[in-house]
């Protein structure tokens, strides 16, 4: 066998076993990198004591974090997929890096609000980026690739209560800056993740000419009604998960009398078993179904969603477990189906369904605090617990095989 064939050959082969060492390497970088964007909301009790900061200072504090992180994604994954970058993933880290540090010793509001926008420019490089190299990894095993990877940035959110209460409220504002060695690891792992990237892009793996007309042919209109469908299951699973952890320590602290320190410890459970719902429901769609367990993760959520402000606090507390990895079951799963349903746009997809997505979750949060003054708290958490009851649009999703038979005329 010559050279070129048996490269080929060997490539072909790598596209078909799952990398698992690069998976998890990217999937700790996620979490370390979901970890630093999670130090911002975290130091908001600190910088409105140090600095005297407003709520509304806060909130543009929080609006262009998440705005610049959100709604740049899909844009980065745009132009990656036409121009894969390797390196975009350290270089992207390096300003997250300056962002933290520029945190730690910023001295003003506007200093402040410019470290924010570093950091979520570097979150918006990562994400796109990121789910491309756990796609490449992948294998035969989407889900899980997707899950190793996604689950480190859950985890690394689930780690903003700790932060608080282990390192900003002894060290103050200085504390963040120690988040730069935390950047400085996550740097030298992307180095490593962008060396086999490149490598990876010199010796592609085979691809079938109806792969290629896929990503370049305007989408169809079933494909662009079920891209919407999977978007409005991507928003009522943020707007949900966005009320309670912005808005259910104040709910528990109200009516169970509780200290910020016993609410935070309700908000920490919710958010692990969120992660690790995550982790398990990239398998579970392997073997299950992707569409099946999208409309499992929504519609299976709803009794204990809806009884969660009804019950004592033990009750609520294992609810909200349950609600936590229930609902997060579909998270990586609605990436990959989005990514399956448009070929060739591994980047674009990534950014529109984790990116963008969560970008609107965050405009939502606005409108349920919105809510919750206009009607009450408890009144804005009882409806919140019918949110996931839009669910049953995935009844409208196309089934797997209809996908790939959509692919194949593609």
């Given at each position: 066998m010559n050279q070129p064939a048996a490269l080929s050959a060997k490539a072909s082969k790598a596209s078909e076993s799952t990398i698992f060492k690069i998976l998890i390497i990217i999937g700790v970088c996620h979490l370390l990198n979901d970890a630093i964007q999670a130090v911002v909301p975290a130091m908001f009790p600190i910088l409105e004591k140090s600095m005297g900061l407003t709520f509304t200072q806060l909130g543009i504090i929080a609006f262009s974090l998440n705005m610049v992180s959100s709604v740049m994604q899909p844009v980065v994954g745009f132009f990656t997929d036409k121009k894969p970058m390797p390196f975009a993933l350290p270089i992207g880290l390096t300003f997250t890096l300056f962002g933290i540090l520029g945190l730690g010793f910023a001295d003003n509001f506007a200093m402040i609000v410019l470290s924010v926008i570093f950091i979520g420019l570097g979150s918006a490089?990562?994400?796109?980026?990121?789910?491309?190299?756990?796609?490449?990894?992948?294998?035969?095993?989407?889900?899980?690739?997707?899950?190793?990877?996604?689950?480190?940035?859950?985890?690394?959110?689930?780690?903003?209560?700790?932060?608080?209460?282990?390192?900003?409220?002894?060290?103050?504002?200085?504390?963040?800056?120690?988040?730069?060695?935390?950047?400085?690891?996550?740097?030298?792992?992307?180095?490593?993740?962008?060396?086999?990237?490149?490598?990876?892009?010199?010796?592609p793996p085979r691809v079938k000419k109806k792969d290629v007309k896929t990503g370049n042919v305007g989408l169809s209109k079933d494909v662009k009604n079920t891209l919407a469908f999977i978007l409005l299951l991507?928003?009522?699973?943020?707007?949900?998960?966005?009320?309670?952890?912005?808005?259910?320590?104040?709910?528990?602290?109200k009516e169970y009398a509780f200290s910020i320190k016993e609410s935070q410890v309700f908000l920490f459970a919710f958010l692990v078993s969120g992660a690790v719902g995550t982790f398990f429901g990239g398998p579970l769609s392997d073997r299950f179904g992707k569409k099946n367990i999208i409309s499992f993760s929504m519609l299976a959520t709803v009794p204990f969603s809806v009884i969660i402000p009804h019950v004592p606090p033990t009750l609520a507390f294992i609810f909200l477990v349950l609600t936590g990895f229930i609902l997060m079951t579909s998270f990586s799963v609605t990436v990959v189906y989005a990514q399956?349903?448009?070929?060739?746009?591994?980047?674009?997809?990534?950014?529109?369904?984790?990116?963008?997505?969560?970008?609107?979750?965050?405009?939502?949060?606005?409108?349920?605090?919105?809510?919750?003054?206009?009607?009450?708290?408890?009144?804005?958490?009882?409806?919140?617990?019918?949110?996931?009851?839009?669910?049953?649009?995935?009844?409208?999703?196309?089934?797997?095989?209809?996908?790939?038979e959509w692919n194949q005329l593609g």
């Open positions: 490089v990562f994400h796109p980026e990121g789910s491309r190299v756990a796609y490449m990894a992948a294998g035969n095993k989407r889900g899980l690739a997707q899950s190793i990877y996604q689950v480190g940035g859950n985890t690394g959110q689930a780690l903003a209560p700790l932060i608080t209460a282990l390192i900003l409220v002894p060290l103050g504002q200085i504390g963040a800056s120690w988040f730069t060695i935390v950047a400085a690891i996550a740097v030298i792992l992307l180095i490593y993740i962008a060396n086999w990237y490149q490598q990876r892009l010199l010796v991507i928003f009522a699973r943020t707007w949900y998960t966005s009320g309670i952890t912005n808005f259910y320590t104040f709910y528990a602290i399956e349903l448009v070929p060739g746009k591994i980047g674009t997809m990534s950014g529109l369904t984790v990116g963008l997505a969560f970008g609107m979750g965050a405009i939502g949060s606005v409108g349920l605090g919105s809510i919750a003054d206009w009607i009450g708290l408890q009144s804005m958490i009882t409806w919140l617990g019918f949110l996931p009851l839009l669910g049953l649009i995935a009844f409208l999703l196309p089934s797997d095989q209809k996908v790939r």
